[in-house]
């Protein structure tokens, strides 16, 4: 079944301005600035200014389901950018072992991770983090770092990368207990 027209709604904070140009979405906030293309969406995206507030909103017309899954998701990438330019994004990712304790050894610009002695290795694996995104120690917990930043692709990837390069390859990963 076609839906003839459908519209979301998002609206945009005060401290948050937004921009728009042919599916360019440009969010400055008190963080910073984000931006992203969604000319890969078919949609109309329209910035409706009243006396209450901005919104922005997201239409599309004669849509079927996964049309209108594209509007949802639309939405919900441009609600990310917005709490990421306010709030920001933070994982928390730590560093787990049985026998041979992980050294994680932070760069001093916190763009980049060393990780040595995983399972006893003597390889020397390096993580750099994406653009904009750092990485700190926890004080509050050992051998936790917290992977920072605005944009969330940037900030998920990176917690990715991170957790893909400690992935154990070629040996038995199940537990014994006796």
């Known amino acids: 079944m076609l839906t003839i027209y459908k519209d979301l709604d998002l609206e945009i904070p005060a401290n948050v301005t937004v921009e728009l140009e042919s599916r360019i979405v440009k969010v400055k906030g008190p963080r910073g600035e984000l931006q992203k293309n969604l000319r890969h969406m078919a949609m109309d995206l329209r910035l409706v200014k009243s006396p209450k507030g901005t919104k922005l909103k997201f239409v599309v017309w004669h849509a079927g389901r996964k049309h209108l899954a594209c ?3 639309a ?3 441009v609600a990310n950018m917005i709490k990421g330019v306010t709030l920001g994004f933070q ?4 560093a787990v072992y049985a026998h041979f304790p992980i050294n994680l050894i932070l760069a001093g610009d916190s763009k980049s991770v ?3 002695n995983f399972l006893g290795e003597k390889r020397v694996r390096r993580v750099e983090m994406a653009d904009g995104v750092t990485i700190k ?6 051998d936790q770092v917290l992977v920072e930043g605005n944009d969330i692709d940037a900030v998920s990837q990176s917690a990715a ?3 893909g390069v400690t992935l154990v390859r070629n040996k038995d990963i199940r537990k014994l207990y006796v």
């Open 71 to 73: 509007l949802r998701t």
């Open 75 to 77: 939405k919900a990438a």
């Open 91 to 94: 994982y928390k990712m730590r």
């Open 114 to 116: 060393e990780i040595r």
């Open 137 to 142: 120690d926890d004080k509050n917990q050992k």
């Open 161 to 163: 990368m991170l957790h």
